[in-house]
């Protein structure tokens, strides 16, 4: 949960200074060898904060951890949105962590992942349950408590103004019973003036799209850290 909870506080960061990540994904979070977290590439980052109620959403991301509104071009605020499409990539970034596996990991290319996420009212599989004895489980992983489980829930809600900020994330007992203490280095620099920032239309970056079921090597210890 620590490093996870690092993530969150990151993400927090950089919401409250009006940029969204929109690129949420294990590649892009990096694990020094003292446990601290970096959340890095910010190509797709965007400055929410000064964007007007005209301005479109643009498609950013990686296939496998983008939002539903996202790929569906579905706005109901843009500002807040962009927040919102983080915690679902926030959450499935947890389930990288939890089970070495992308979300989605049976959808093996881009154009059907985001296809499968648009029309579905389904969710990413979940890491399994503490304490399940069901036969009929399938999931694999570390398993989660129940209240973890409803948290990812939650934050996989299609409609996102029902999903939690990432500030209520960070309240959740999951997070709050961390055995490691928060280290606070692990947050985003400020960000760079907006003019920098890029904002390409209609970018979908397809790196490490086309690996089967493979984890970035870097995440691997992140795992520990659950």
Known sequence: SSCFAQLLMAVEYMHSRGVAHRDIKGANVLLSDDGVLKLADFGAAIYFARLNSSDRRTLEGTAHWMAPEVIKDQDEDTKTDWCKADVWSLACTFIEMATSKRPWSDLNNAVTAMFHIASTLDHPELPPLENDTSSSSTSSGTPISRSTRDLLLQCFSRRANERPSVSEM??????????????????????????TISTTNNLVHHDNMERKDSTPTLLSACVIGL
């Open 170 to 195: 960070l309240k959740h007992e999951y997070i709050q019973s961390s055995s490691r203490p928060l280290n606070l280095s692990c947050l985003a620099p400020r960000p760079p003036d907006p003019t």
